[in-house]
């Protein structure tokens, strides 16, 4: 599985970006999970969101309420819609696809088999 994700960019506080994530490759399936991670500067990868193949979403304590997950099957692409965002969602966003399993998975990077580039975002304050 083929991912590239874009999107990213520099951004005042209370911004919005809108990043896109398409999938390719004879193995990518509607049922694999897809999900977003980002990485700051000197900080761990960590899990913002995820989306089930049937649409089931997580997401992290710091974006609930800010960021949308979804997916468009048909075009083998997920989307993160980040609106307000603040400067401490800063750094690299990375997507990701894994085979379908327990809720729980979604936000350990060690379930995810495939990865995109990375895009970088940047929130002034």
């Known amino acids: 599985v083929q991912l590239q994700a874009c999107g990213g960019g520099l951004v005042q506080a209370g911004g919005s970006l809108k990043l896109s994530c398409k999938a390719s490759?004879?193995?990518?399936?509607?049922?694999?999970?897809m999900g977003w991670f980002r990485q700051a500067p000197g900080k761990e990868r960590e899990n913002v969101a995820a989306?089930?193949?049937?649409?089931?979403?997580y997401y992290a304590d710091s974006v609930k309420g800010r960021f949308t997950i979804s997916r468009d099957n048909a075009e083998n692409t997920a989307y993160l819609q980040m609106n307000n965002l603040k400067p401490e969602d800063t750094g690299v966003y990375f997507c990701?696809?894994?085979?379908?399993?327990?809720?729980?998975?979604?936000?350990?990077?060690?379930?995810?088999?495939?990865w995109g580039q990375g895009t970088e975002v940047t929130v002034s304050s």
């Open positions: 990701a696809v894994k085979q379908p399993g327990d809720m729980e998975e979604l936000t350990f990077s060690t379930w995810y088999d495939s």
């Open positions: 490759g004879r193995t990518f399936s509607t049922h694999h999970e």
């Open positions: 989306i089930t193949w049937y649409k089931s979403t």
